[in-house]
């Protein structure tokens, strides 16, 4: 039986690009955001006739929400010195278009792991209210990252505080319970 130098070029360029994929697949790994912690905000009945309510409410007082995450040398190697951006938006199932949430932060700090060679993290942005909208993204604040990467790089970044207002709220409100999540993603600047 003889096999043809096609068929066996073919068949040695699969297994190569099967290896190939196999190797990155086990390097490669993907960018996290964990936030922990829930905000429920505390609005008080109105027990007087002709008052209405304060209409703003945040979670300054009582923050327990951080955010933390790690952007790992794969994808710091898909930046180029440009920097990361995370972005914010809100899911629901029940919502009164009337009623705003906003966000910001204070804090935060970066860690670079691995060998790199005059290499800097920061985070920017973020520090003043930014309305978050239903399901299209916004970007809410951004990671720069500059140096020459080494072995091993990612960058941690954590004790991010994240406060969230809500404003809108009004006696033509109706009253309910209202539930909203927000949803965090990064990418490339």
Not at 13 to 36: D, E, G, P
Not at 120 to 138: E, K, R, S, W
Request: aromatic content about 8%.
């Amino acid at each position: 039986m003889k096999i043809s130098n096609h068929v066996l070029r073919e068949t040695l360029l699969k297994r190569y690009l099967y290896i190939i994929l196999l190797i990155l697949s086990t390097y490669l790994r993907a960018q996290t955001v964990t936030v922990s912690g829930n905000w429920v905000a505390n609005i008080p009945p109105i027990t007087e006739a002709g008052n209405d309510y304060t209409g703003t409410y945040d979670n300054t007082s009582s923050n327990q929400i951080t955010i933390s995450g790690v952007l790992p040398g794969s994808f710091l190697n898909l930046l180029s010195s440009s920097g990361a951006k995370m972005s914010m938006h809100y899911t629901t199932t029940g919502w009164n278009n009337s009623l705003i949430l906003s966000a910001k932060r204070t804090g935060g700090t970066t860690t670079i792991n691995g060998i790199c060679l005059l290499c800097t993290a920061t985070i920017n942005g973020g520090t003043t209210y930014t309305t978050v909208p239903l399901a299209t993204d916004v970007t809410f604040l951004t990671i720069n990252f500059t140096g020459v990467l080494g072995l091993g790089n990612s960058v941690n970044f954590s004790g991010i505080n994240l406060f969230l207002q809500l404003s809108g709220v009004s006696v033509t409100v109706p009253s309910n319970t209202y539930n909203a999540r927000v949803v965090f993603t990064i990418a490339a600047n």
